[in-house]
């Protein structure tokens, strides 16, 4: 086996345990409270089956703890929002004293978050649900991937709700996707939870949607540009290699 091949199974096998939970959602710089609206497992693991409805909103091996929660975060339009990530649940935030808070460096990847139009953002029910993609930070110039960014800002993403976007019940899907063992299929970690929210304000548009499970295809490579279902196989250690999500 070739030295660099040792280095990153050593890698992979060190980070194992490294996961990571969405805990806190953030409104123009207010702390809406540990857990408060946010569907939430108690163990920190990947999802890793793309075809499985665990890559809604998390569950499957990371049992969601039910009932769910029974607040509804206010949010309005054009409102600056972040997602607080740790490493395992942890009611103070970020802990100094754990290498792997908010999650291991070497989980490089991209960020994203999606929104859903719901009835109620208290429905048990997540599949059929149409999702459109409202933010994204991936591979930067430098080198560095947004999974750098978070561990910088001690596991706060911030973004926009787009002030367009129809007033109502949303689920806010936030989602890590690890790419350090993603050369096969299964390999890309999936971290996602959902928050349950209501955007007040806004206007009339119909953004594009994709569904999930349905927006990754495991099996094929990624290939930049392409649009809707796409592979997440990828190998990030590979010289020259370029990121760009092609999901929507």
């Known amino acids: 086996m070739h030295a660099s091949s040792i280095a990153v199974l050593a890698l992979v096998a060190a980070s194992a345990n490294a996961h990571t ?15 408060k609206g946010i569907r939430h497992p108690t163990y920190d693991g990947p999802i890793l089956d793309v075809t499985s409805n665990d890559i809604i909103c998390n569950g499957g091996p990371n049992p969601l703890v039910t009932p769910f929660p029974s607040e ?6 054009g409102a600056t929002v972040g997602t607080e990530w740790h490493h395992v ?5 970020y802990d ?21 139009k719901v009835d109620s953002a208290l429905t048990t029910t997540v ?8 933010y994204e930070d991936g591979l930067h110039s430098d ?12 596991g706060l993403v911030s973004f926009k709700i787009p002030s367009c976007i129809p007033p109502g019940n949303y689920l806010l899907r936030a989602e890590i996707i690890a790419l350090h063992p993603a050369s096969s299929y299964p390999g890309a970690q999936f971290y996602m939870e959902c928050a349950q929210i209501n955007i007040t304000g806004g206007g009339s548009a119909s953004p594009a949607t994709v569904s999930f499970p ?8 990624f290939v930049p540009g392409l649009k809707r279902r796409c592979g997440i196989t ?12 092609c999901c929507e």
């Open 127 to 134: 599949t059929g649900l149409k999702w459109f993609k409202i």
């Open 72 to 77: 509804i975060i206010n949010v309005p339009a």
């Open 234 to 245: 990828i190998n990030i250690y590979n010289p020259g290699v370029s990121f760009t999500s």
């Open 96 to 116: 100094p004293s754990d290498a792997a808070d908010p999650i291991d460096p070497s989980h490089k990847g991209p960020v994203m978050v999606y929104l859903a």
């Open 89 to 93: 649940l942890q009611p103070n935030g």
């Open 143 to 154: 080198g560095t991937w947004a999974v750098d960014t978070l561990v910088k800002n001690k």
């Open 21 to 35: 939970i969405f805990q806190k959602l953030w409104v123009n710089g207010v702390d809406q409270g540990y857990l």
């Open 214 to 221: 349905g927006a990754y295809k495991g099996s094929d490579p």
